[in-house]
């Protein structure tokens, strides 16, 4: 049901959950809201170092920039050439999380973005979770899991662009 999101989001933060990124729960509910780009944000972009302009520009340096659309160390790198020190998140989304946070915590702190908050998100339940407890992770997001039950079979479906227009009204092809 198309209420069932909404409900859920206002669940989760009346339980603790610090905000969502359900913008239907704040416009009702008051629910605080938190969020990132999508992978599409990155590829409407001619490149990822200009989206991530874009994103700066339009919501500050404190937003969060998802950074493994393509290179994880390239985009920490841009980033925070972007933002500065300042940059408020970087969040990953794919991969082996543990691993990857304790890299890019490494790379943040030696470019001097020692604030710089790392989310992860990837389908992640009480068990990834639990499992991240040692790794340098700031936050988690949480949806799929969250709202229909861990362990319980969801599917699982990606937005994938696959082409952009271009100034000339032309469609340009884009791959991750």
């Known amino acids: 049901h198309e209420e ?8 989760a933060y009346l339980c603790g959950f610090t905000a969502t990124s359900n913008l239907a729960a704040r416009e ?8 990132t780009s999508a992978h599409s944000f990155t590829l409407l972009h001619d490149s990822e170092a200009e989206a991530f302009r874009a994103q700066v520009s339009s919501l500050g340096r404190g937003t969060t920039l998802l950074v493994d659309t393509y290179d994880i160390e390239e985009a920490v790198r841009l980033g925070v050439e972007t933002a500065g020190p300042e940059l408020g998140a970087v969040r990953i989304d794919s991969g082996d999380l ?5 890299r890019v915590r490494q790379q943040l702190d030696a470019l001097g973005a020692t604030r710089t908050r790392i ?55 884009v791959a991750k």
């Open 119 to 173: 989310l992860v998100t990837s389908d992640l339940d009480e068990f990834a979770i639990a499992a991240l407890r040692a790794a340098p992770v700031d936050g988690y997001g949480v949806g799929t899991e969250l709202v229909t039950g861990s362990g319980h079979p969801t599917c699982g479906f990606v937005y994938k662009l696959v082409a952009r227009a271009d100034d000339d009204g032309v469609l340009v092809p």
């Open 4 to 11: 069932a999101a909404v409900a859920a989001a206002r669940a």
């Open 98 to 102: 543990g691993v990857l946070a304790v």
């Open 28 to 35: 009702r509910y008051g629910v605080p809201t938190a969020g």
